[in-house]
């Protein structure tokens, strides 16, 4: 004789939105030191290889926050890129995630007893080289950038668009290259407007230094 079936009841645990809610409130409690020690943190999203780093050695290079300037840097494994902002006397903390694809608040709050937040004006946080997860996770910060180059495509800000929702700014970097690539700046600019009609992109190029004092102004009109 055939048993009749009673339907079990579905379990359905939402992991992703008990994570961020823990991570919300972390990042809460960081915002809340950042602004009682008047620090403007910038959270600086993209890529691996984008130009993030290089972005960073820059506005430390600038001197327009001597001695009043830290990084935090996540990185999955090594400490290379710690390594290039310590070479500029600037304080760093390098933070590896050991596999993880983000930096979260719990990750920036670990690395701030090593930062003397009193003295600074200004952090630079590089997340993990990544266009998915980083954007949906709150590190406590009050500025979003994100750093594209033209080495990746003009179509990324279509096919990657939650990175660019939050964001104040994109730096499209890396555009001594434009000549060897086929990449589409107009094209670009219509995809960001897409996601966000506002988000003011920035044309900049480390190795020539074209357009990184409009970088330092647009950062210093912040801190
Ligand atoms: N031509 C050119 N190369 C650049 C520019 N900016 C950075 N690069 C080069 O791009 C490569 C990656 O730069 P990084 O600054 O390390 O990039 P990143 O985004 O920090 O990389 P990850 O931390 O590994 O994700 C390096 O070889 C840089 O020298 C630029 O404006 N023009
Ligand atoms: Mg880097």
Redesign the pocket.
């Known amino acids: 004789m055939e048993r009749t079936m009673q339907p079990r009841e579905v379990k359905v645990i939402s992991v992703f939105q008990d994570l961020r809610a823990a991570n919300d409130q972390i990042a809460a409690a960081n915002r809340a030191a950042f602004e009682a020690a008047a620090v403007r943190v910038v959270n600086v999203l ?1 890529s ?7 972005l960073i050695e820059a506005t430390a290079r600038s001197g327009r926050w001597a001695g009043r300037i830290g990084v935090i840097e996540g ?1 999955l494994a090594t400490a290379n ?1 710690a390594q290039r902002i310590a070479a500029l006397d600037v304080p760093v903390v390098q933070i590896n995630t050991g596999g993880g694809c983000h930096l979260n608040a719990k990750m920036v709050a670990s690395a701030l007893p090593e930062m003397d937040l009193g003295a600074l004006d200004l952090l630079l946080i ?1 997340n993990v ?1 990544n266009l998915v997860c980083p954007a949906s996770f709150d590190l406590g910060e009050s500025l979003r950038v994100v ?1 594209s180059s033209t080495a990746e495509g003009a179509d990324k800000p279509a096919k990657y668009p939650v990175i660019f929702r939050d964001a104040d700014l994109v730096v499209l ?2 555009t ?2 434009l000549a060897h690539t086929d990449f589409d700046p107009q094209a670009f600019a219509r995809h960001v407007a897409d996601i966000q009609a506002d988000l003011p992109i920035l044309h900049l ?3 020539s230094g074209t357009g990184v004092d409009a970088w330092l102004d647009w950062l210093s009109q912040r801190t």
Request: aromatic fraction near 0%; hydrophobic fraction near 15%; glycine fraction near 20%.
């Open positions: 993209g691996p290889g984008a130009g993030k780093t290089s990185d890129d590089e080289g750093v970097t890396k001594d290259l190029s480390c190795r």
